[in-house]
């Protein structure tokens, strides 16, 4: 069924460390895999995705990794700061024309 | 990116009245989308907005109790109807651009009572 597994549900790290989150999908056809950052009351917003011709992509601190194989994608936060506080999202293409989400992990970094 | 708009921002509402949630979209886009997110959660899909058609209902969800307009290619419309406590949350609209990337509206807090 459409299912996006992501871990871990919180995660609590020292500012200047880094942080990692996975996810696991079930649709072998998915081919877009976004990564979402949603501040309390707040839209989500996108802050990077890979596509499943790309192993890896990264973005100034955030990166993403991809294993088709696997099915699993993980996005990597590195030298953590305060305000990478936030709940982040990940999700996956299902039948190529629906964005299904992942249940989320709530990240605080302590200064 | 896209700019979305969506009013109203929030709403308090009585049993068994009905809302309708405004989504303005500032390009043209290829789809639009409408999600739940309860408090503490994640976003669920409710339906995809076609232009031109009826909309998709994910599983659990049904046209009678959120009928959705898409009269063009940047604006939208859920309704929520005979609402209930339970229809508390956020509503958030969503759009597509070519190159797959979704952008939200900044949602819609409901409170019913």
């Known amino acids: 069924g459409e299912n996006v597994e992501q871990h871990p549900s919180t995660l609590s790290v020292q500012e200047g460390d880094s942080a990692v989150i996975k996810c696991t999908y079930s649709?072998?056809?998915?081919?877009?895999f976004p990564w979402y950052k949603q501040e309390l009351g707040k839209r989500p917003q996108l802050i990077i995705d890979?596509?499943?011709?790309?192993g890896e992509k990264k973005d100034q601190r955030i990166a993403v990794t991809l294993n088709k194989t696997a099915k699993h994608f993980s996005l990597h936060i590195t030298e953590t700061q305060p305000e990478d506080s936030a709940v982040y999202f990940c999700?996956?293409?299902?039948?190529?024309?629906?964005?299904?989400f992942g249940t989320g992990t709530r990240l605080q970094v302590f200064p | 990116s896209a700019v979305i708009s969506q009013k109203p921002s929030r709403d308090i509402c009585q049993r068994g009245t009905s809302l309708t949630i405004q989504c303005q979209v500032d390009?043209?886009?290829?789809?639009m989308f409408w999600y739940r997110q309860q408090p503490g959660q994640s976003l669920t899909l409710i339906a995809t907005?076609?232009?031109?058609?009826?909309?998709?209902?994910e599983s659990g969800f049904v046209i009678d109790k959120f009928p959705i307009s898409r009269p063009n290619l940047t604006f939208s419309t859920l309704t929520v109807s005979n609402m209930s406590p339970e229809d508390s949350s956020i509503y958030l609209c969503?759009?597509?651009?070519?190159?797959?990337?979704?952008?939200f509206g900044p949602g819609t807090r409901l409170t019913v009572l």
């Open positions: 907005a076609n232009q031109g058609s009826e909309a998709t209902y």
């Open positions: 649709d072998s056809a998915s081919n877009y």
């Open positions: 999700a996956a293409f299902y039948n190529t024309d629906k964005l299904i």
């Open positions: 390009s043209q886009v290829t789809m």
């Open positions: 890979i596509r499943s011709n790309v």
């Open positions: 969503s759009a597509r651009l070519a190159g797959d990337e979704q952008f």
